[in-house]
């Protein structure tokens, strides 16, 4: 999660995470979309409209997990600005999903913790 009108991550939370991420990515022929929203009306700070602060967070995750070696060619980078805003949910927040590239080859089952 982000503060309000900021692609600074609101806690340190995401390093543990983005390690899990990145050692999934480099054992498993996978696809990762990075995904960034933001609040509904929230705004960059640094002047800026809901969906180029959605881009700001989406990228600056996208950086990190590249700089920490995942292939750029791995990872694909969207955002929504503030049209998937959820009412009453913290909607500042980049989200993860995995696609998988081979799909004649059975899945690994991950538990969520």
Known sequence: ???QGSTSMANNDIVPILKKL???MKDND???FVE???DSGEKWTKGGDSWDLSYRRAIEV???LIKRG???GKVTTVFYGDSRAKSGD???KVEFILRKRDLKTEG????PK
């Open 36 to 38: 960034g929203y933001a």
């Open 108 to 111: 690994k089952r991950v538990t």
């Open 70 to 72: 995942v292939r750029p």
């Open 62 to 64: 996208t950086k990190s």
């Open 1 to 3: 999660f982000f503060k």
């Open 22 to 24: 990145i050692n999934l």
């Open 90 to 92: 913290l909607n500042r």
């Open 30 to 32: 996978w696809t990762l």
